[in-house]
């Protein structure tokens, strides 16, 4: 079975960092895709970053550009979310997932994708 196992969150003031790891079991990091997204209640799941495993080719949404690293570590089965510099409006629910791809459709692909981590909440105050 296919599984997304998520952690990191937590409660850090405006400037701190944290860092997300996502690790996989039931498969193995070879040519696939995983990535970040993130919701806060009532709004519509945002795209943050993926990266390629095969490749390490990656995308960022605009406003986490410059500030969050996104990385992987085959060996381990392993995607990790370094995010610096966080703000309160990165205050969210993060949701790792798998996909066949990263690419600048990740956003838009939230509906499709079926394997999904349990979500960490990151707070970030003023």
């Known amino acids: 079975e296919v599984q997304l196992q998520a952690s990191g969150g937590g409660l850090v003031q405006a400037g701190e960092s944290l860092r997300l790891s996502c690790a996989g079991s039931?498969?193995?990091?070879?040519?696939?895709?995983l990535g970040w997204y993130r919701q806060v209640p009532g709004k519509e799941r945002e795209g943050v970053s993926c990266?390629?495993?095969?490749?390490?080719?990656?995308w960022y949404a605009d406003g986490v550009k410059g500030r969050f690293t996104i990385s992987n570590d085959n060996a381990k089965n392993t995607v990790y979310l370094q995010m610096d510099t966080l703000k309160p409006e990165d205050t969210a629910t993060y949701y790792c997932a798998v996909a066949d791809r990263c690419d600048s459709s990740w956003p838009r692909r939230y509906r499709y994708l079926e394997v999904w981590g349990q979500g960490t909440q990151v707070t970030v105050s003023s």
């Open positions: 990266i390629n495993t095969g490749d390490g080719s990656s």
């Open positions: 039931g498969f193995v990091f070879e040519d696939d895709a």
